[in-house]
T-cell receptor
Framework: DGGITQSPKYLFRKEGQNVTLSCEQNLNHDAMYWYRQDPGQGLRLIYYSQIVNDFQKGDIAEGYSVSREKKESFPLTVTSAQKNPTAFYLC???????????FGPGTRLTVL | AQKITQTQPGMFVQEKEAVTLDCTYD???????LFWYKQPSSGEMIFLIYQGSYDQQNATEGRYSLNFQKARKSANLVISASQLGDSAMYFC???????????FGQGTELSVKP
């Protein structure tokens, strides 16, 4: 079945550690996105990529990094520079930037 | 700056009745897109319906319809014949013209009563 997978579903991290969240899609979509959701809030864009080997900062990119070496993969690294990383992280993709985005199941990150 | 406003933090509806979830937006771009997503307690965002700024007719998808009033900058979601499975958070979002990034509202939590 085509879709978007994110792993792990739950992630615990100690302060000062970097951690990488995985996002893979087999929909052959060009565009991929990372969003952050805090409790009771809407989604905010961290980074997005419209094509392989290219990506742009979203509204809250500080403390995060991404890579897009393959069309199907868009991993997000939460660095120790991110002051408040505990949140729900959602990855999305779309076949074209102006079309609807399809979301993965999300990763819930907790900093201990 | 582009902005999405959902003024109803929570809504209740009786099973089998219709419900309207409000969404207003602000943009100076003549070309934009409006989306509604459903987020159940599992967390996954499920795409429901899309309306383009130049679409002449209101969008419909099964029990979902979008009441698009361009002059008032509103894009309300109407769910007909509510079901218990409709209980979830609902987010309105607007697509910027460049890059395709979505701007989300704060969401409305819908509870369907049996």
């Amino acid at each position: 079945d085509g879709g978007i997978t994110q792993s792990p579903k739950y992630l615990f991290r100690k302060e000062g550690q970097n951690v990488t969240l995985s996002c893979e899609q087999n929909l052959n979509h060009d565009a991929m996105y990372w969003y952050r959701q805090d409790p009771g809030q809407g989604l905010r864009l961290i980074y997005y990529s419209q094509i392989v080997n290219d990506f742009q900062k979203g509204d809250i990119a500080e403390g995060y990094s991404v890579s897009r070496e393959k069309k199907e993969s868009f991993p997000l690294t939460v660095t120790s520079a991110q002051k408040n990383p505990t949140a729900f992280y959602l990855c999305a993709s779309s076949d074209k930037p102006h079309n609807e985005q399809f979301f993965g199941p999300g990763t819930r990150l907790t900093v201990l | 700056a582009q902005k999405i406003t959902q003024t109803q933090p929570g809504m209740f509806v009786q099973e089998k009745e219709a419900v309207t979830l409000d969404c207003t937006y602000d943009t100076s771009d003549p070309s934009y897109g409006l989306f509604w997503y459903k987020q159940p307690s599992s967390g996954e965002m499920i795409f429901l319906i899309y309306q383009g700024s130049y679409d002449q007719q209101n969008a419909t998808e099964g029990r979902y319809s979008l009441n698009f009033q361009k002059a008032r900058k509103s894009a309300n979601l109407v769910i007909s014949a509510s079901q218990l499975g409709d209980s979830a958070m609902y987010f309105c979002a607007m697509r910027e013209n460049q890059g395709g990034k979505l701007i989300f509202g704060q969401g409305t939590e819908l509870s369907v009563k049996p």
